[in-house]
């Protein structure tokens, strides 16, 4: 279950079968722990956007890009975030 790599590659694999709601649940354990990649918070905010779980991937995208600032992916995310929550 704290296998990183191992947990990554099974999201990966859900997400390619069009279950993106799964592939981010696979992920959440990994996102409480502070080590975790700005990287994986960002692709969890991008799942969850795909699921559309916009209220979710809000929070998972502006933690990704407190850490990682200018990072033009969680921009864009973000701003389709954005863009979903106004229509």
């Known amino acids: 279950p704290d296998n990183v790599a191992l947990r990554a590659l099974i999201a990966d694999l859900v997400r390619q079968q069009g279950r993106p709601a799964?592939?981010?649940d696979?992920?959440?354990?990994?996102?409480?722990?502070p080590a975790t990649a700005p990287a994986?918070?960002?692709l969890a905010g991008e799942l969850e956007?795909?699921?559309g779980?916009?209220?979710q991937a809000v929070p998972r995208l502006k933690h990704a890009?407190?850490?990682m600032s200018g990072d033009r992916r969680t921009l864009s995310a973000l701003?389709?975030?954005?863009?979903?929550?106004?229509?």
């Open 49 to 51: 956007l795909q699921a």
């Open 65 to 67: 890009l407190a850490l």
């Open 40 to 42: 994986l918070h960002r």
């Open 53 to 55: 779980r916009v209220e």
């Open 79 to 87: 701003l389709e975030a954005w863009a979903a929550q106004q229509q």
């Open 22 to 24: 799964e592939a981010v």
């Open 26 to 33: 696979e992920l959440a354990p990994l996102l409480d722990d």
